[in-house]
């Protein structure tokens, strides 16, 4: 069989084996409906409360504080829903009486946050973004500067999907509050990377989702923290106490669960072997390509990702001779109404557009190695030469 290096863990991951046999138990074992009071809905509502307790020790938060949802997609959009429900109802600001008109996010969240602020705007609510530096990171002084007691929701996502920028949540969190606005972030790409802790966050909210640390696609998680207001996204049924709707899809959960336990078991190892491959790869490519950028913040990076914008070279010519090779990769670039537009998120770091349009993710996962590593430092080069020469883009 043909060689495959897949580093486009950023984009999905393989579900682990374990996963894959503890969603093929629970589908023979466990096939009920988790709401039915009788034997097998009793069976899968059990498997439904073990996932539970994996995913609350993995965020650290109190089981009754965890909510299924279909994915971060569907987290991010109920958190943006709460806060215009908030808005429209004109709740005040408990401790100032203020009401509360804004929500603060970022200008480099991924599209389910950035797509639902937009369709939020264009119904007329008020949305800022907060711009961030050179490196991904978020600008404090301009987050402070529109902090106010009218700003219902702060949300800023803790790593980033394309750069792998990981922000100061604990700090934002605690310049949201002292605002007297509820606090959310995006962990979806942190989550098995780095610790991750709602307490010590002091979180209001937080979205993650299975694919994205070898478990089920299709399935993710909403932390609420007690209290919290809450309005359901999905309506029509009693499931996670009246906040979702919807059949539970059992053995997918009980699937999230298990690699959540992995996750939380794994997290510190798996950082460090993430952590040397990457660097491995960084410092390879930097020795051997001219005329490169690395993107993001080196001192704030999540483990694994690493992305590059080569001077003079289409991403997408990169990524379709790198997958000939056998070779996983994304670009930055999202094929939108069939023009290629730059990403937008290096483009908020300030990259200009022509380097943004030849740039590649590397995303690098548990399955990784070494020799995957050692295999693409020596395929890529060759590759970027060969492109450069023919490129008309001098
Ligand atoms: N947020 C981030 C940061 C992501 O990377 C992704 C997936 N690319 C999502 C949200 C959406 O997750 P899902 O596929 O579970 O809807």
């Known amino acids: 069989m043909s060689r495959l290096v897949y580093m486009d863990n950023n984009a999905t991951t393989r579900m682990a084996d374990e996963v894959i046999e503890a969603v093929y138990e629970a589908e023979k074992s466990a096939w009920g409906n988790a709401s039915s009071m009788h034997g097998p809905g009793r069976e ?131 310049l949201a509050h002292e ?43 909403l932390f609420v923290k007690r209290g919290a207001p809450m309005y359901p996204f999905v309506h029509g049924g009693e499931q996670e106490s009246g906040r979702r709707a919807g059949t539970y899809n059992t053995a997918a959960i009980y699937g999230l669960g298990v690699a959540a336990r992995i996750a939380k078991d794994s997290v510190s190892e798996e950082a460090q072997k993430l952590w040397a491959m990457r660097e491995a790869l960084r410092s390879g490519i930097e020795k051997t390509i001219p005329n490169i950028k690395i993107n993001g913040s080196e001192a704030h990076m999540l483990p694994g990702t690493l992305d590059v914008s080569f001077g003079n070279v289409e991403g997408e010519s990169i990524l379709l001779l790198l997958d000939m090779a056998g070779i996983s990769v994304s670009t930055g670039s999202a094929c939108a109404t069939g023009s290629l537009e730059p990403s937008y998120v290096l483009l908020a770091t300030g990259v200009d557009v022509e380097l943004a349009h030849g740039s590649i993710r590397f995303s690098l996962g548990r ?8 295999y693409v430092l020596r395929t890529l080069p060759p590759i970027i030469e060969k492109l450069r020469s023919i490129s008309t883009r001098q």
């Open 179 to 221: 605002a007297g606005a509820l606090m959310h972030t995006d962990a979806t790409q942190a989550i098995g990377k780095i610790d991750i802790s709602c307490k010590k966050w002091n979180l209001d909210y937080l979205s993650c989702s299975g694919h994205k640390f070898y478990g089920p696609k299709g399935v993710g998680v």
């Open 367 to 374: 399955y990784n190695t070494m020799e995957d590593v050692d």
């Open 44 to 174: 899968a509502k059990r498997l439904v409360e073990e996932a539970r307790a994996n995913v609350s020790r993995l965020l650290d938060c109190e089981t009754d504080e965890v909510m299924f949802t279909s994915g971060a997609s569907e987290a991010n959009n109920t958190v943006f829903g709460i806060a215009e429900a908030l808005i429209r109802k004109g709740e005040g600001n408990s401790s100032t009486g203020s009401r509360k008109t804004r929500i603060i996010t970022t200008t480099i969240e991924h599209p389910s946050i950035m797509e639902t602020a937009k369709y939020l705007r264009s119904e007329g609510l008020h949305v800022d973004m907060v711009p961030v530096d050179g490196e991904g990171r978020v600008d404090m002084d301009a987050l402070k500067a529109l902090l106010g007691p009218d700003v219902a929701l702060v949300s800023v996502m803790t790593g980033n999907n394309e750069i792998g920028t990981i922000q100061d949540i604990e700090e934002i969190s605690r």
